[in-house]
Every structure is written in structure tokens, then in C-alpha cells.
């Protein structure tokens, strides 16, 4: 019988690298290009937090994937998603 656990998963979206971010490219121009010489760039992503129940790492792992993909969390076309599971809460 598997113990099911709670897992904290956290997803995050971004631009595919060769495409271009506004957003970031705004933030860059005007928070930080004047004051922070040091920054030479600033991408803009989406930070997801799923807290799953899951008998394990991996499990969680693959059921966030599943949710994301099926329901069109994120734009794999334009984006990129990077899920990295955590340890049991």
C-alpha cells in the first residue's frame, strides 16, 4: 500500500531564450539600467507553487507536468517550463 505525502512542486514559465521579453526589456531600461550599470539584462518569468499529494518525488513531479501540458498552464511554442519537485511537506 502507498503512503501518500503532500510535495511542494514549483513550476516556472518563461520566454523561450531566443525570443524576445518586453517586459524584462522595460524593467531593465527603466529601474534598473540607470541606477545598476552592473545588470546587463532581466528576463521576466511566471513562478508557480503547486503543493500535490504524491507517493513520491518523481510522481509529483510527473502529475505537475500532466497539468500543465493538459491544461495549457503554458504555451510550449513559446515558452519554456521548468518543473522542479521538493521534498515531502
Do not use: W
Not at 507553487?49 to 510522481?59: I, N, P
Not at 507536468?65 to 503554458?74: A, T
Amino acid at each position: 500500500m502507498k503512503t501518500e505525502k503532500n510535495f511542494l512542486v514549483e513550476v516556472l514559465i518563461s520566454n523561450k531564450a531566443a525570443a524576445k521579453d518586453p517586459e524584462g526589456e522595460v524593467i531593465h531600461r527603466d529601474l534598473v539600467k540607470s541606477h545598476f550599470p552592473q545588470a546587463k539584462s532581466i528576463r521576466v518569468g511566471k513562478l508557480l507553487r503547486f503543493e500535490v499529494e504524491a507517493a513520491d518525488t518523481l510522481e509529483a513531479q510527473r502529475l505537475v507536468r500532466r497539468m500543465c501540458d493538459e491544461l495549457r498552464i503554458y504555451n510550449p511554442a513559446a515558452h519554456d517550463c521548468q518543473i522542479t519537485p521538493g521534498a515531502p511537506r
